[in-house]
């Protein structure tokens, strides 16, 4: 039982280059979710997904896209990269939402230069 | 007023010790309160979950003030593997489903 995964672990860009994270979880779990961590800041929410096929907007979904093709995978998509876009990014997943725990997996470092 | 804030620290403290963190919330709407810890470089990790009636898990215990919109977390006789950031987060009921608000942290380092 791995839990969440992420792949890759770390990644480094040139601006406007495009690329996918790819999160994976083995507990069926219906909600997960994409978040971004930056010095100073809280995490904050990218996009969301409360099962197979759906996805919402979070609170800082631009530049980039999401997809939920399968329950047990979220793929989080930058298009064109910017340097503001560098970060440490987290998916979790949660068996439903509201007020249930979120188990995070390990993140992802990504350097847009 | 941020939605969760929280003194970012850090706390520099000695083994043994008791510590305390606060944090305050700005949505009375707010329907589920946790703390996460998260180690230098790592992900988040439920610490425990607060409830209305206040809540121990050994060496820590967590306190919800509604009235005050406040969320307190008491760690008793801390060990240096306690060294990390303690997140306070908050859930909205009617939100946007799922939605987690994190606080920044707080950081504590237990020294020997």
């Known amino acids: 039982n791995a839990g969440v995964t992420q792949t890759p672990k770390f990644r480094v860009l040139k601006t406007g280059q495009s690329m996918t994270l790819l999160c994976a979880q083995d507990?069926?779990?219906?909600?997960m979710y994409w978040y971004r961590q930056d010095p100073g800041m809280g995490l904050r929410l990218i996009h969301y997904s409360v099962g197979e096929g759906t996805t919402a907007k979070g609170e800082v979904p631009d530049g980039y896209n999401v997809s939920r093709l399968k329950k047990q995978n979220f793929l989080l998509g930058l298009e064109s990269a910017a340097p503001s876009q560098t970060s440490v990014y987290f998916c979790?997943?949660?068996?439903?939402?509201?007020?249930?725990?979120?188990?995070f997996g390990p993140g992802t470092r990504l350097l847009v230069l | 007023r941020k939605e969760v804030e929280q003194d970012p620290g850090p706390f520099n403290v000695p083994e043994g010790a008791t510590v305390a963190f606060n944090c305050t919330y700005s949505?009375?709407?707010?329907?589920?309160f946790f703390w996460y810890r998260q180690d230098c470089r790592k992900e988040p990790k439920l610490l425990m979950s607060v409830y209305s009636s206040g809540n121990e898990d050994g060496r820590f215990t967590a306190q919800l003030n509604r009235a005050s919109q406040y969320i307190s977390l008491l760690i008793r006789d801390s060990k240096l593997s306690d060294s990390a950031t303690y997140l306070c987060v908050v859930n909205i009921w009617g939100g946007s489903q799922g939605n987690l608000i994190f606080g920044k942290g707080t950081k504590l380092s237990v020294k020997p």
């Open positions: 507990m069926n779990h219906e909600y």
């Open positions: 979790a997943s949660s068996y439903m939402g509201s007020g249930e725990t979120q188990y």
């Open positions: 949505n009375s709407a707010s329907q589920s």
